[in-house]
């Protein structure tokens, strides 16, 4: 089965280095949202399979011609006391390291899980106290504060989107609306989830270049797929007008960073200039969506769409495929 | 029926709203007197202060232990913690994401320039 686990390790280096950089590059994206968001999501699970696949089926190998009958005898060592005296040190050191790699990768999905959920928790709480349901709008909240803000609080049933009146004050009624179908479609659509699981990606594994440029790729991806949402219901100058408006108005103006309690404290970086134009990590993100508005190219073909969900749906079956074939060709 | 965080709420408005320290029977008085909000109704002293106990537990209040019976204040003002909050979100890096996807991230002051062009020419 040597020849499986290679080509495995191939797939994994292929998967965490140049596939993510090229798809990071490309510029399709914009144009099927959809379509590269499933490409990634099959990227990672590709990539974590065949990293652990590679190092498990080649250090199994001594035990057996195929990953069953390996498995088989590998149980047979941990559990029945048989010799071990076929594996050498470099095949209990891959198969330990696939181990650890796995169980890693899953504590990691479950740490992050509960960390995302305390810290919703806790916002929903002060959120309680603080904010007011908004008039006429289901599941929305109003907060007090000067700063345009909107965003959404993911929870089950008790998903809410919150904005602040500084926000009202500066839209009209149909902006407004274009930002709340945006947040509600982020809600609808689950993008949490997707957020979850690719920050839990990057966290157990940041020192690979797919990791982080997955996450980049994704949080700006369901930007565009909820932009895509409320152009349904709104019209396309009202939503870019809403993002320019919010945009630039979200840019402090002297008196906001007076008045703001917490800039005093020299401690925390907490001053309205350095929440809103601090960190560029958002900027090519919002520039990016804008352009897409602003100039529309038109949607990819079916047939390359076709193309990039068979590619995606192809490096999900391969993984797998290798690890069972050398038992069907042998 | 009032629930715990609507209790919560209305003790934090009342304790929001006067600088002074309260004490637990002095907020039932309150609440009995408000307004018919959905809490406003009589309240066992020993509600107001499992209420006060859980808002303590929160950071939300404080508890002057000289005198007795306690009397609690809020710890800051409404306003703090609004802005506090606000900054979870609007400082948080992209990649954090309790708080999910605000609907503009950040911008650069070239970038707001350019869009308070866009805003001028349409």
């Known amino acids: 089965m040597f020849w499986a686990s290679y080509l495995l390790a191939a797939l994994a280096i292929i998967l965490a280095w140049p596939a993510p950089i090229a798809l990071s590059r490309a510029s399709w994206p914009a144009r099927a949202p959809f379509t590269a968001m499933v490409l990634w999501q099959s990227i990672a699970l590709a990539g974590g399979l065949s990293m652990i696949g590679a190092m498990l089926v080649w250090g199994l190998e001594p035990l057996g011609d195929n990953l069953v009958s390996a498995s088989v005898g590998f149980l047979d060592i941990l559990i029945d006391d048989e010799s071990a005296e076929t594996l050498g040190v470099v095949h209990v050191f891959a198969i330990s390291a696939a181990t650890l790699l796995f169980a890693h990768l899953i504590s990691t999905l479950v740490l992050t899980f509960i960390r995302i959920r305390r810290q919703r928790r806790r916002h929903r709480d002060m959120l309680n106290l603080l904010s007011s349901p908004a008039a006429d709008q289901p599941a929305t909240l109003v907060i007090n504060h000067p700063a345009p803000v909107a965003y959404c609080l993911p929870g089950g049933a008790r998903s809410v989107t919150v904005m602040s009146d500084g926000l009202m004050d500066l839209l009209t009624r149909a902006e407004l609306d274009a930002v709340l179908t945006h947040e509600s479609a982020h809600l609808h659509q689950r993008h949490h989830l997707l957020l979850w699981a690719f920050a839990a990606w990057r966290s157990a594994l940041p020192w690979l270049p797919t990791s982080r440029l997955a996450q980049r790729a994704v949080s700006e991806l369901i930007e565009m797929l909820a932009d895509d949402e409320a152009l349904r219901h709104v019209d396309e100058p009202t939503l870019v007008r809403a993002i320019a408006i919010v945009g630039s108005g979200a840019l402090p103006r002297a008196e906001d960073v007076l008045d703001d309690p917490l800039a005093d404290d020299p401690g925390r970086d907490t001053s309205a200039g350095a929440a809103v134009t601090g960190g560029t990590a958002g900027t090519r993100s919002t520039a990016h969506r804008l352009s897409r508005l602003l100039t529309p190219l038109p949607p990819l073909s079916r047939f390359q769409q076709g193309l990039a969900l068979s590619t995606a749906g192809l490096l999900l079956v391969v993984p797998p495929a290798l690890l069972v074939a050398p038992e069907l060709l042998g | ?122």
């Open chain 2, 1 to 122: 029926m009032a629930t715990l965080g609507d209790l919560e709420r209305t003790v934090m408005d009342l304790l929001w709203a006067t600088p002074e320290a309260a004490t637990a029977n002095e907020l039932r008085d309150a609440i009995a007197e408000a307004p018919s909000g959905e809490v406003g109704r009589e309240l066992a002293v020993t509600t107001v202060l499992t209420v006060l106990s859980r808002l303590e537990k929160k950071g939300l209040v404080e508890r002057e232990r000289d005198s007795r019976p306690h009397r609690y204040r809020s710890v800051t003002s409404r306003e703090d913690h609004t802005a506090e909050l606000m900054h979870e979100v609007l400082v948080t890096a992209p990649d954090r994401e309790a708080v999910l996807a605000r609907f503009i991230g950040s911008v650069s002051e070239a970038e707001a320039q350019t869009l308070r062009k866009l805003l001028g020419g349409s």
